[in-house]
C-alpha cells in the first residue's frame, strides 16, 4: 500500500506523540518532602493552636533528628514500605515562613526545614503515604529504624520515654499522627502518577500533652487570726507515675498501661516550703506521654503528692486527677488542673479522686 503524503505526516505525529510520552514517563521524576513545624512562639492562630499546643511564652529547641518512611501503595489498597530516611538537621536548616496549605484562608506562621529530601522514583509514578517523627535528641526504638519492614510495623512503632533526657524534652518531640484525615484521606499522603516533580509538606505534631497545673488558697483561709492552725499554705507539690515507657510515634493518644503503675516517672518540688511566693496561690506545667488504664477507658489518671503547713511526702496527700481523653481524636490534649484549697490537708496520706 502506497502511503500519500498526508498519510506519511499523520504517522510520524503518532509517532513524535508516542516517543514523547514514552520519554516523559521514562524521565527520573522526584518526590519533594519538607518538615513543617507550627511556630508556637510567634501568634500562632487557632487553627493551629491544637489541644496540646502551648502558648507563646514557651522556649522549644527546632529538631535535630528526623526520621521518614515512604509507603508507596499496591494492588487493593495494600501499601509497603518503599523508602527509609534518617536525618541530622542544623538550626540553619530552619527557615521561619508563611504557610497556605491545608485548605488555610491565610498564610500562617511555621517553622520549615530547608534540607533537600528528595526521593527518586526512577520512572515510577506512585501514590502512597508518609510518616515521621523527629526530635531534638536521638531517640531510641523499640524496633531498629532499618529493621521496620511492614506497615503494620510502622503504625506501631515506638521510643522509649524513660531516659531522664527525653521525658523532660517531650516538648521538642513531634510526629505526623496517623489518623490525621483531610479530604477522605491521610494528610501525609502523595501522589505521583503525573508530573516529574511532587512536593509534599509534612506538618508535624506534638506527640506529649502539655498539663498547665493551676491552685489556689482562698484569701480568708491565707492568714486565720481567730485560729492559726487553720491557716493553709501549700508548701509540697510533686506529680507522680507519669508514662514511662514506650510511647508510640504516631498514635499518640493509643497508649495505654494495664494496671495504674506503683510507680514511674515523678517530677518532684513543684512547690517546696522555700518557695513562699507559691503558698497561696501558682501555676506550673510540664509535657507528658497521654495514656489510659485498661478497664478506665478515656481517662487519663494523673496523680499529685500535696502537703500544707510544711508536711512532707511522707505525710502528704495524694490528689488523682482523672483527665477525659477521647483516644479517637487525633491531636494530644492540652490538659489543665485547676483545684481550690480550702483547708490544711489531711497529717496523714488520703487518696481523692476529681475528675
Not at 515512604?70 to 536525618?87: F, H, M
Not at 534540607?115 to 527518586?120: E, G, M, N, V
Not at 508514662?243 to 510507680?263: H, I, M, Q, S, W
Not at 496527700?317 to 487525633?330: F, K
Request: hydrophobic fraction near 35%.
Amino acid at each position: 500500500m502506497r502511503l500519500t503524503y498526508k498519510s506519511y505526516i499523520a504517522i510520524m505525529i503518532l509517532l513524535l506523540t508516542l516517543t514523547g510520552c514514552h520519554e516523559e514517563m521514562n524521565e527520573s521524576a522526584q518526590l519533594r518532602l519538607s518538615i513543617c513545624l507550627p511556630d508556637q512562639n510567634q501568634g500562632v492562630s487557632d487553627r493551629w493552636r491544637m489541644p496540646g499546643d502551648p502558648g507563646t511564652s514557651e522556649q522549644f529547641e527546632l529538631p535535630k533528628y528526623a526520621y521518614i518512611f515512604v509507603l508507596k501503595n499496591e494492588g487493593g489498597g495494600a501499601s509497603s514500605i518503599w523508602r527509609r530516611e534518617e536525618l541530622q538537621l542544623a538550626p540553619g536548616d530552619w527557615t521561619r515562613t508563611r504557610y497556605y496549605g491545608l485548605n488555610s484562608e491565610r498564610g500562617d506562621s511555621i517553622f520549615k526545614c530547608n534540607k533537600d529530601i528528595q526521593i527518586l522514583l526512577n520512572g515510577e509514578r506512585l501514590t502512597g503515604r508518609v510518616y515521621a517523627i523527629c526530635s531534638n535528641m536521638k531517640l531510641t526504638f523499640n524496633t531498629a529504624f532499618n529493621s521496620v519492614s511492614s506497615t503494620a510495623e510502622v503504625l506501631n512503632w515506638k521510643f522509649s520515654s524513660s531516659p531522664d533526657s527525653i521525658q523532660k524534652n517531650l516538648q521538642n518531640i513531634y510526629s505526623t499522627p496517623y489518623n490525621y484525615v483531610r479530604d477522605g484521606r491521610y494528610y501525609c499522603s502523595f501522589d505521583c502518577s503525573a508530573g516529574t516533580v511532587c512536593n509534599l509538606d509534612l506538618l508535624m505534631y506534638h506527640v506529649a500533652s502539655k498539663v498547665d497545673l493551676q491552685w489556689y488558697v482562698s484569701p480568708e483561709k491565707r492568714i486565720n487570726r481567730a485560729d492559726p492552725s487553720e491557716a493553709v499554705r501549700l508548701t509540697y507539690m510533686e506529680v507522680r507515675r507519669l508514662f514511662n515507657g514506650d510511647a508510640y510515634c504516631f498514635k499518640p493518644l493509643r497508649n495505654e498501661v494495664a494496671t495504674l503503675p506503683a510507680t514511674g516517672y515523678d517530677i518532684p518540688d513543684i512547690v517546696t516550703p522555700s518557695d513562699e511566693g507559691l503558698w497561696w496561690e501558682g501555676r506550673r506545667y510540664f509535657y507528658t506521654i497521654p495514656y489510659t488504664v485498661t478497664g478506665a477507658p478515656g481517662y487519663f489518671p494523673l496523680q499529685l503528692l500535696m502537703g500544707t503547713n510544711g508536711t512532707k511526702e511522707s505525710a502528704g496527700y495524694q490528689l488523682t486527677l482523672n483527665q477525659p481523653i477521647d483516644t479517637s481524636e487525633i491531636f494530644v490534649p492540652w490538659l489543665r488542673g485547676r483545684f481550690t484549697i480550702t483547708a490544711p490537708l489531711a497529717a496523714t496520706s488520703e487518696t481523692k479522686i476529681a475528675e
